[in-house]
């Protein structure tokens, strides 16, 4: 499958699980295209870890009254390609049901074909979307 991959991922306040979720994203065998990270407007610290780790490289806006979007560079530990991070800072909470909206939204009109949705808890596998992929070309015959 050669089509590309924007991983959509949710977060509020669990940064350190958030931060394992994109690690095993960045580790992917078949390669991703990029991230769409929502962040539901976390209290934990979650911008500062970002930067700290080297994933954003400038923080959002204190007080924001609309989500606030920015993209950055990040590179894929399996084959250093760049992978698109696009950090969206929510301006409220809007639960996993609005993040994920606002996400497949905003990667849908970044022309992606294919996304693949996560909670900042998971931590697939290194060749999850791998496997993925190749049942995913056995149903599209």
């Known amino acids: 499958m ?25 580790k992917q065998t078949r390669p991703i295209q990029g991230i769409y990270l929502i962040d539901n ?5 979650t911008p500062e870890l970002l930067l700290e780790k080297g994933y954003i490289t400038k923080l959002p806006p204190q007080n924001i009254e609309e989500p606030w979007e920015k993209e950055f560079i990040i590179q ?18 809007t639960g996993g049901a609005g993040g994920f909206y606002e996400g497949v939204k905003r990667a849908y009109e970044k022309g ?5 949705l996560m909670d900042d808890d998971a931590e ?11 049942f995913l070309e056995i149903i599209m015959l």
């Open 2 to 26: 050669s089509d590309s991959v924007c991983a959509v991922v949710v977060t509020y306040n669990r940064k350190e699980l958030l931060f394992e979720c994109l690690e095993a994203l960045r």
């Open 41 to 45: 407007a976390s209290t934990d610290g």
């Open 76 to 93: 894929n530990l399996a084959d250093e390609e760049e992978i698109k991070l696009y950090y969206v800072r929510m301006h409220e909470n």
């Open 112 to 116: 992606y074909d294919w996304l693949w």
């Open 124 to 134: 697939p596998k290194e060749d999850a979307l791998e496997k993925l992929s190749l």
